[in-house]
């Protein structure tokens, strides 16, 4: 490792290897010389004089790139492109000649980011299921424990643990219909030429359109595209990027609620992310048990959802058929808006089956608030006992708000049903059986039971391989 300059800590730190592997430049180089296999082949199945030693001299040479050779052409030559067709023809000297026939750089560049994309779309929903089959389970476990539901962060009706683990894992499920929407509809940019006119393969071809139009599905078809873009200028539609980042965004967005959530939880002693045993919350506070791993989905969630407005700019200001300063920003948005996602979701798929409740804690919090909200519960009994409802209502506003008071100023317990039993005018009212918190928690349970029934168990279904994940995290 070399220590003198920066790393990506997205790639030293977060991400997984397989996602800092796909993005990798022997994963790029090598799959830009697959495409000029695919191109040399179809070219010619298609009537062009190019012959099977030639193809077989390509093939060869697919994996074998010599990265310092290219160096120093692109060096010399100012172009990356070429910098790799001359170290391909020095590799496979028999092909050096019909290598890259009637392409532009883009056939390459942007054939591979679309190979790429359509990969990494698939890692990012094989995860998201992963996710969603984690915060499922949980959500099954927990579905009948009460606790406080908050609006605004204060006390409100109650809730279940599962109910709650229910939303979370709701937004996921929005987010793999938008990542399975754009794996299903990416097309391939295939062979379109300097200005998208595809005018080089026609010469190619002696003005035979037929032969052009099925070089462009041969070769989508050798990537296992079965559709290509109709028009376009020189590269594919930027706005294809600005989609896929916005479905990654969307994903953030759920990762950085999740984590705020977890983190106000964590304040609150309920619910707890893994904790190792030789773990240390503070260099400081040797007590201290930090959410560091809820803090760090915020984080790395904060620096996606920045990236597609990169990726929004670019698409607005593609001049004409072509402008290269879209070149430069993507090499840096598409990677690490993937290898954040993927870190995302491996934070996902480490805390989520560690996570830890603290029945006690939540039972106490409820046992605090409980006689607040069941208040109404208790008005209704005495109306049903004979009492007069407006001074039932002005009596039990009086006692809250007096027990509010007295919580407020340190009192270790909600007297409100102390203060109501002292009170002639609820004599008749059976004050214990209103506190029963299950009764207060609606149909927290059969939504949730409801919920893995008609959306999570669709999707268990269609990826039955892809459950029980777990994801360790290296820091």
Known sequence: MNHDTYENPLISRYASRAMAELWSSNRKFSTWRRLWVALARAEKELGLEISDAQIAAMEAKVDAIDFEAARAYEKKLRHDVMAHVHTFGDAA???RAIIH?????????DNTDLILLREALGRVRDQLVGAIDALAVFAERWKGEPCLGYTHF??????????????????????????????AELRFLGVKGTTGTQASFLDLFDGDHAKVEELDRRVAAAFGFDRVFPVTGQTYPRKVDSLVLSALV????SAHRFGSDLRLLAHERELEEPFEADQIGSSAMAYKRNPMRAERLCSIARFLMAQHAAASQTAATQWLERTLDDSAVRRMTLPQSFLAADAL?????????????RPAVVAAHVERELPFMATEAILMAGV???????????????????????????????DLIDRLQADPAFAAVDLDATLDPRRFIGRCPQQVDAFLDTEVEPVRRRYPNLRGQRQEVHV
């Open 345 to 357: 979701l491996t934070l996902y798929l480490n805390v989520v089956p560690g996570l830890v409740v």
């Open 154 to 183: 204060q006390p409100a009706q109650l809730v279940t643990i599962g109910k709650r683990a229910t939303l979370w894992c709701q937004d996921l499920l929005l987010d793999l219909d938008e990542i399975e929407r754009r794996i």
């Open 250 to 253: 969307g994903l953030a967005e």
């Open 93 to 95: 000297p028999e092909a």
């Open 101 to 109: 026939l009637g392409a532009t750089s883009c056939y390459v560049t």
């Open 384 to 414: 049903r006992a004979g009492g007069d409802r407006q001074d039932l209502h002005e009596r039990i506003r009086v006692h809250s708000l007096a027990a509010a008071d007295a919580v407020k100023q340190g009192a270790d317990r909600n």
